[in-house]
DNA sequence: ATTATATATGAACAGATGATCATATGTTAG
DNA sequence: CTAACATATGATCATCTGTTCATATATAAT
């Protein structure tokens, strides 16, 4: 990654607040987690995948009816849902059913949905 | 968008359930702006600009500095996180100061941060 | 074992995304 | 007006993403 040093002539705030910004940073790693998380929210289709499972899990075929779409583009969401560990999966013979993994989705979707309609 | 209609031979969930969710569920334009949302927040540099913006607010060329990217770049962002209204901007002479929107973004990062230490 | 159903996965391709570079716009000082 | 500084923007390009299609795996029934 390219340093840019003192781009401006002069600081606007004062270097003491812009070295405790630095400090206060989380790690990059934490930072890139974080940006990876939002991304799968970032998609129609998995946002319409995690508001069906806020009423009851639901097996892939349910979903994919629900949503208009064929079974194999839900499956490949149910992955990156599951991978970022917003989903959980329990299968009972053929079928297999997805859930909320947690709370902080409906957290997260309700604060971004109040965001946008304000 | 191709329909898949009667996907599983039987459904797993009552029709009635079915039925419900649909009704429930957003309209198109309104999930398809909260995953733009998310969208905005699923980048590093954008979280990184939003970190910073945390403690106070920033010109561009001081954000630049802070994350060690070129001024280019950094506007590029902030058009974009202007535009879904996370920041806001007020000129100064020169300078553009700019600053978080509302308290939205610091519950739905706050949440995010949560979901992947835990 | 064979067949059918439910789900998962790999390859491929079109469309979106983010940094860079060059340049334009806006503002102030001289 | 002109020069200098701060910011914004358009074009380009490499990379990433989401769907489709074909196929593989898993489970159950006959």
């Known amino acids: 990654m390219q340093e840019y040093p003192e781009l401006c002539e002069e600081h606007h705030v004062h270097p003491d607040l812009l070295a405790h910004m630095k400090l206060e940073m989380p790690d990059e790693s934490s930072l890139?987690?974080?940006?990876?998380?939002?991304?799968v929210f970032g998609d129609s289709t998995r946002i319409r995948i995690l508001y069906v499972l806020f009423e009851s899990e639901l097996c892939v075929c349910d979903i994919a009816e629900l949503l208009?779409?064929?079974?194999?583009?839900?499956?490949?969401?149910?992955r990156v849902l599951k991978q970022a560990r917003l989903v959980r999966a329990?299968?009972?013979?053929?079928?297999?059913?997805?859930f909320l993994a947690d709370d902080h989705v409906r957290t997260i979707i309700g604060q971004g949905m109040e965001h946008i309609t304000e």
Do not use: C, N, P, W
């Open 68 to 78: 208009g779409m064929s079974q194999s583009a839900i499956s490949h969401q149910l």
């Open 90 to 98: 329990r299968r009972e013979g053929k079928t297999v059913f997805y």
């Open 32 to 39: 890139y987690d974080l940006a990876e998380l939002f991304k």
